[in-house]
């Protein structure tokens, strides 16, 4: 997306409750597919917010990504599939920068269903 673009979608929207990036869900979908490859963005912005998660079954924690918005939508990609997979900031603990909260990370574990 055009950086002009999304700064102006972000300013109309400034003081909206924002979606947020649900690990917890991410984790159960990646536990459940298995798959080889998960990136995770927000889907209008993909090109400045994505990073990888998940690679090769071991979780990714050292790449860049951005998963909070008041008007693009936060998705995780498995292998090449394109999901939606957010919270209202109302509703979560997780905020944009967090990375593979511990909840998570015991889902991958398989510590909670």
């Known amino acids: 997306m055009e950086t002009m673009k999304a700064l102006a979608l972000g300013a109309a929207?400034?003081?909206?409750?924002?979606?947020?990036?649900?690990?917890d869900k991410a984790a159960k979908l990646i536990k459940e597919r298995k798959p080889n490859l998960v990136e995770a963005g927000l889907e209008?912005?993909?090109?400045?917010?994505?990073?990888?998660?998940?690679?090769?079954?071991?979780?990714?924690?050292?790449?860049y990504t951005y998963l909070s918005s008041t008007w693009a939508t936060p998705v995780v990609v498995i292998d090449g599939d394109i999901i939606e997979c957010w919270k209202?900031?109302?509703?979560t603990k997780f905020k944009f920068d967090t990375k593979w909260p511990k909840s998570a990370i015991e889902i991958m574990e398989g510590g909670m269903k």
């Open 13 to 23: 929207n400034r003081g909206k409750d924002p979606r947020v990036f649900d690990w």
């Open 44 to 63: 209008e912005d993909m090109e400045w917010t994505a990073g990888t998660i998940y690679e090769n079954g071991k979780i990714v924690k050292n790449d």
């Open 88 to 91: 209202m900031g109302s509703e």
